[in-house]
């Protein structure tokens, strides 16, 4: 895939499962919510992996360990290994890794993850500024973080230690609804100091290449379910992606995204790893895309037709995208996809 700018979803073909050697699957919002299974993950995967694909899972959680997350895996019924994770604690273990010396002392604020990471790369995770730490490492750490961990990396920051953040996702799906993410996190201490983390999570690059380095992908495709973290991720490595829409991307923020946000595929979850997916093709003025026409100019967005509502939500997105930045009207936008029931 090239780095142009996307008009519309693609069409493929084949099954995603046949086209691709390698699923990079986000877990929150994709795989699981609040723990629990999301409804057709558990057999979609089981298909997709019994018909040859590999399956990794690349999660910006630097929280849980890669065994504790295999371990939740299987027991939703999706057989995984430890090796099958990755985990921007692993991304941001390798970055400090590479700029400082074997064996040095790193202040954690976050969770066991983290400190697992740092110990596979030789790095000697420490808890207070006190501890002469040579880096400050700063990853999600879970609704029970207590507020002083955070103080903490304000004393060794101002200090002049270099700061790292597994990531800066400010929101993270929950069986209750949408919490602060590690992105939230660290803005209280980038406002507190006015420093700067290295970031290593997704949509970085640090993230891709660790991805690739542990998978060994050579056609991969990147599913999630955010457009600023997995999508833009997938643009940034020149990768193909899948969106599917059982996290926190509604259908407005996808008609609304920058060519960076744009998927090349579009499904309801991860069933579309086991189809083709529908052509989108121009059709007068307009895109058509199964039974439903959409086209828009300044001010207006308009869909016709009838049919599968995700083929109406592709061509409106081929509508949309062409037309980005010419303000794309927001009422026509919700009675379209409040016709798809979106």
Known sequence: MSQSVRTRPEGSGQALSKAYDTALLDLDGV???GGHAIAHAVESLAAAREGGMHLAYVTNNALRTPDTVAGHLTELGIPTGADDVITSAQAVARLISEQVPEGSRVL???GEGLRVALRERGLQPVES???EPVAVVQGYGGPELPWGRFAEACY???RGVPWYASNTDLTIPSARGIAPGNGAAVEVVRIATGAEPQVAG???PPMHRETILRTG???PLVVGDR???DIEGAFNGEVDSLLVLTGVTDGAQLLAAPPQHRPTYVDADLRGLLTGQPEVGEAGEGFRCGGWTATAGAERLELDGDGEP???LRALCAAAWTVAGEGVCELETGKALARLGF
């Open 31 to 33: 795989v699981y919510a």
């Open 108 to 110: 954690v604020i976050g």
């Open 129 to 131: 500024a006190e501890d």
């Open 156 to 158: 060794a920051i101002a």
């Open 202 to 204: 997704k949509p970085l």
């Open 217 to 219: 992908a050579e056609r």
């Open 227 to 229: 457009l600023d973290t």
């Open 310 to 312: 995700l083929d109406g």
